[in-house]
C-alpha cells in the first residue's frame, strides 16, 4: 500500500468512509448533500474514492469545508491532482492515497474493489448512503456486517436490505463523536 507522505497524523482517525451506489434515489441524494454541508462546517474528517456521482458532489461540497479529506484512488498516484482539489491540498487538509503503483494509470472494477476495502480500513466508522440491490456496494457492505464490523446507511426504504442485515441508521444529528 502506497500512502503519500508529509500529512499530518490527523488524516489517520477519526475518519468517516463513504460509500454511494451510482445511481442512487434523489431523496437520499438530497439527504447526502445536507450531510456533506453539515460535515463540512463541523470539520469532520471523511475518506472514500468519491466516484460515484452523489460520492463526487459531496466532495465538492466538502472541499469548501474545513475537516480534512482522503481521497482513495484506484489507480496510481501518479496523475495530477484536479484543480478543484489543489487548495486543499495545498492547505493540508487533503491528502491522496492508494493501494497501488504509480505506474498503475487505469482502473478496474477489481481495483475499485481493492480502494474501497482501503477506504473501510482507513475509517473509524462507515457509513453507506445507499447500497444498489445485488451491487458491489451492497455486497461489500454485507461482508463488513457479517465480519461484525459496524456499518451505518440513512433510514430509507431503499436501504431496507441494510438495515434488515443490521446496519445502523445514520443519526443526522451526530456529526462529532465518529
Avoid at 461540497?61 to 482513495?72: A, D, I, Y
Avoid at 484506484?74 to 495530477?80: Q, S
Wanted: hydrophobic share 50%; aromatic share 6%; glycine share 10%.
Amino acid at each position: 500500500m502506497e500512502i503519500e507522505t508529509g500529512f499530518p497524523p490527523l488524516y489517520y482517525g477519526p475518519l468517516i468512509a463513504l460509500f454511494c451506489s451510482r445511481a442512487c434515489p434523489a431523496a437520499l441524494i438530497l439527504r447526502a448533500h445536507d450531510l456533506a454541508r453539515a460535515w463540512a462546517g463541523a470539520g469532520v474528517g471523511v475518506v472514500g474514492g468519491f466516484h460515484s456521482p452523489t460520492e463526487a458532489e459531496m466532495l465538492r461540497v466538502l472541499l469548501r469545508g474545513r475537516g480534512p479529506l482522503v481521497v482513495v484512488l484506484a489507480l496510481g498516484l501518479g496523475g495530477r491532482v484536479p484543480r478543484q482539489w489543489q487548495a486543499a491540498q495545498a492547505a493540508g487538509r487533503l491528502q491522496l492515497v492508494s493501494p497501488f503503483a504509480d505506474t498503475v494509470k487505469r482502473a478496474s472494477r477489481g481495483q475499485a474493489e481493492k480502494r474501497n476495502r482501503m477506504v473501510a480500513d482507513l475509517a473509524t466508522r462507515v457509513l453507506v448512503l445507499y447500497a444498489a440491490p445485488e451491487s458491489s456496494t451492497e455486497r461489500l457492505a454485507l461482508e463488513w456486517l457479517a465480519a461484525g464490523r459496524e456499518v451505518w446507511t440513512l433510514a430509507h426504504g431503499a436501504n431496507a436490505a441494510l438495515l434488515a442485515a443490521g446496519a445502523r441508521a445514520w443519526d443526522a444529528t451526530q456529526i462529532k463523536g465518529i
